[in-house]
């Protein structure tokens, strides 16, 4: 028998949430559920082309990775700089001015004139764009939502981004294999210029969550005042450091089985669709929060057996099980939400977002720097036991804040 939700939740108009389909009753859910799996899948699709692109006209590696996921790590500048306008610009104009950003940069990077050159200065706009993007869409969908709804909302925008991120790579690469990357492009413009049309037609004009002006000043000074609270830093650290140390393992599944690592990348998939659907739907609600840290331990323990170089189904076993450790942002999300004042909800969840994936990628590197230097297996077995020991070290000093006094942030 499966085990339900202790509480329902109601909505503004009285349903009750306790289904994934409930949180569609609610209003202005569905315009942006649909706006971001259009982006979910523009940017998807978008990348491999972009990647193709620029690897064919240079014939560098390094420069197509850069041009696939340079945006993430520009997010760390945006992090730093931008990110106050978050909560200080109304959200319906945000998104939709910033997804018609995308579609017009990604229908520039299609001309055939545009030099190779160009394209990086663009793809970095577009990084420090999405810094300030999420924190506006997930601050939007924690007002949407009614209280304690925000984690089985962003359980299903994770479930269904993971399997768009599926299904866009294998139709970009068919599309690419079938037209060609500057044709792809296009399309993926015309997924972001769709997402921009249902942002404006399906939300409502909202006010800003804060008053004054977005500046670097003002990102500074919230920044330190949401790291200067103890359980708030621990909070972000967990989302950040054994997260993006896993990540690192994965980046290596192509070095590690050249032949099989689509089968790793769709076991890890599955194994995350898995945590997802397992805590956002099916946990109840009282047990959640202790959830956080035997889902991060969970999260890098089955990649210590790659010291034994496992066969290709016991690796892709292993990376399955790992996945559903991914689960635990949302526990920590939903943690990191109750301990943040209403009007930086957008700021603090643009944060985590911003972070997460500029440690991502820095893991990523730092992964493929050890593999260099010793053996894939190797590196990822470093990887993930550094991902344990600052799980069970932030597991420590979240007891020891608890024990004296302040509210503790491990689970």
Not at 193 to 214: E, I, K
Not at 274 to 290: K, L, N
Request: proline residues 7%.
């Amino acid at each position: 028998m499966r085990p339900r939700t202790d509480t329902r939740t109601e909505t503004r108009t009285g349903t009750h949430i306790t289904t994934y389909k409930s949180l569609f009753a609610v209003p202005e859910f569905t315009p942006l559920f649909l706006s971001s799996s259009f982006q979910a899948g523009a940017s998807t699709v978008g990348g491999l082309a972009l990647g193709t692109l620029v690897y064919e006209a240079t014939d560098s590696p390094l420069l197509s990775a850069l041009s696939m996921f340079g945006p993430s790590l520009a997010q760390m500048l945006g992090a730093t700089t931008l990110l106050s306008a978050a909560d200080r610009v109304p959200p319906r104009t945000a998104l939709t001015a910033t997804a018609a950003a995308f579609a017009a940069v990604m229908a520039l990077t299609a001309l055939p004139s545009l030099p190779t050159w160009a394209v990086f200065p663009l793809i970095l706009a577009l990084g420090l764009v999405s810094s300030v993007t999420g924190g506006v869409r997930w601050g939007l969908l924690n007002e949407i939502l009614p209280k304690d709804a925000y984690l089985p909302g962003r359980s299903l925008f994770n479930i269904v981004n993971g399997v768009l991120q599926i299904t866009g790579y294998a139709a970009g690469g068919l599309l690419v294999a079938l037209v060609s990357p500057r044709t792809t492009l296009l399309v993926s413009a015309a997924l972001y210029a769709a997402a921009a049309l249902t942002h404006r037609l399906g939300l409502t004009p909202r006010a800003p969550r804060a008053s004054g002006r977005p500046s670097v000043r003002a990102t500074w000074h919230a920044n330190a005042h949401l790291l200067s609270y103890a359980p708030r830093r621990l909070t972000y650290l967990g989302l950040w450091v054994p997260n993006g140390l896993v990540v690192g393992c994965e980046s290596l599944f192509v070095p590690y089985a050249p032949a099989h690592a689509g089968l790793l990348f769709a076991a890890a998939a599955l194994g995350m669709l898995v945590g997802d659907v397992a805590t956002g739907r099916y946990v109840p609600e009282r047990i959640r929060p202790s959830l956080a840290t035997p889902l991060l331990l969970l999260l890098a323990a089955p990649y210590l057996l790659f010291a034994l170089r496992p066969s290709t189904p016991v690796a892709a076993g292993c990376a399955a099980l790992a996945s559903v450790g991914f689960a635990a942002s949302l526990v920590q999300q939903q943690r990191l939400l109750s301990l943040t004042p209403a009007d930086l909800t957008g700021h603090a969840l643009g944060l985590h977002s911003a972070g997460m994936l500029a440690l991502q990628g820095l893991s990523a590197a730092l992964a493929g720097a050890l593999a260099q230097l010793t053996s894939p297996a190797t590196a990822m077995t470093v990887m993930a036991a550094a991902s344990v020991t600052v799980t069970l070290a932030l597991w420590t000093a979240g007891r020891r804040a608890a024990a004296g006094g302040q509210r503790p942030v491990g689970g």
